[in-house]
C-alpha cells in the first residue's frame, strides 16, 4: 500500500506561485496514476490534475488550466504540482494520491484515488 506525503505549501500573494511536492513510503509512483486534489473549508474534496504515467494522459480542473502542470520524476519518485499565477480562489489544502494506471487515458475522480496524505496547506492571499 503506498502512502504518500505533500509538501512545499505555504503562503503567497496572488500572482505568486509555489512548487508541491509529492513523495511515496513502499510504493513506485509510476506503477499508478498521479493526482492532486484539493480540498478548501466547507467544500467537498476536488480533483485539480490528474496524470496517467503510462501514455501521458492528464486532466486539469478548468480553472486551473495554463497555470497549474502536473509532472513526475521517475529517476526521483517524485510528483509535482507547479502552481503560476495563483488566486485566492486557489486557497486549499492539496492532496496527492495514486490510482488506477489506465491503458488509455485518465479519470480524476477521488473515489478512485487512495494513498492519501496529510496534505499541504496552500493560502494566497494579500
Known amino acids: 500500500q503506498v502512502q504518500l506525503v505533500e509538501s512545499g505549501g505555504g503562503l503567497v500573494q496572488p500572482g505568486g506561485s509555489l512548487r508541491l511536492q509529492c513523495t511515496p513510503s513502499g510504493g513506485i509512483l509510476n506503477d499508478y496514476a498521479i493526482g492532486w486534489f484539493r480540498q478548501a473549508p466547507g467544500k467537498e474534496r476536488e480533483g485539480v490534475s490528474c496524470?496517467?504515467?503510462?501514455?501521458?494522459?492528464?486532466y486539469y480542473k478548468d480553472s486551473v488550466k495554463g497555470r497549474f502542470t502536473i509532472s513526475t520524476d521517475a529517476a526521483e519518485n517524485t510528483a509535482y504540482l507547479n502552481m503560476n499565477n495563483l488566486r485566492p480562489g486557489d486557497t486549499a489544502v492539496y492532496y496527492c494520491a495514486v490510482g488506477p494506471k489506465l491503458r488509455l487515458g485518465v479519470v480524476c475522480s477521488v473515489s478512485e484515488y487512495s494513498g492519501w496524505g496529510p496534505g499541504t496547506q496552500v493560502t494566497v492571499s494579500s
Open positions: 496524470r496517467n504515467t503510462n501514455d501521458g494522459s492528464t
